[in-house]
């Protein structure tokens, strides 16, 4: 079994302390290069996505490239929609803290490959947009994004269509069929398949390398968890650098 331990580290961009859980494999060594994944809504991937044991059961089977995960959890539910959503206040400078604190935080403590491809981010719902409006603002420093069931609103879509180092990207799009009302923790409802869909389309117009499935289910772990090992095995499958 792999260990998770708890890191702090202060954001200047966000002037707060920000609470880390870091994953390291059963094998973790310094002698060998690592790439690492960034989640969004950290706690609920180690817990509720069981994220760290498919990890285990993946690298001892020799599917899945050396990973260390960091999972940055959020505060509470206004915490999370400031930082997460296109329109919270902290928005661009939870970004900023993913690309210019947290990564070089992390290339300092751990033997990291220092490049796009070598980091990746995931995030469900608001959590998957904003690893999906990070890589768009930080190509070169995050290579591949996975985003669970995202909220596409016309910032993500204008986002998207103005990107043009689509070279640089890999991501992996999943959107359930059933989620057309989805109650957000905004108290609205919205639909999330149509946009998900046009994003998609943007996204294949552009020639973004994409990974999309529209699964049958709708706004909750119980879809988004049973993904996670085609997750592993298509974002990080073992390959020579």
Known sequence: MGSINEHTLYSEALKEEMTLLVYLPSNYSPLYKYTVLIAQDGKDYFQLGRLPRLT?????????ENLIIVGVPYKDVQDRSRKYHPGGDQHEAYIRFLA???????DSE???????????????SLAGTVSFKAA????HTFGRVIMQSPLVNQQVLKAAKSFEDVHLLNVYHTIGKEETIVKTTRGSEEDFLTPNRELHSEMEKQGFTVFYDEFDGGHTWKFWQPDLNRVLTTM???TAY
């Open 236 to 238: 990080f499958k073992k």
């Open 100 to 106: 210019r604190e947290l990564v070089p935080y992390l």
């Open 136 to 139: 768009l603002q930080y190509p």
């Open 56 to 64: 285990d059961a993946l690298l001892e089977q020799g599917e899945i």
């Open 110 to 124: 751990f033997p990291t490959y220092q490049m796009g491809m070598g980091r990746a981010l995931i995030g469900d």
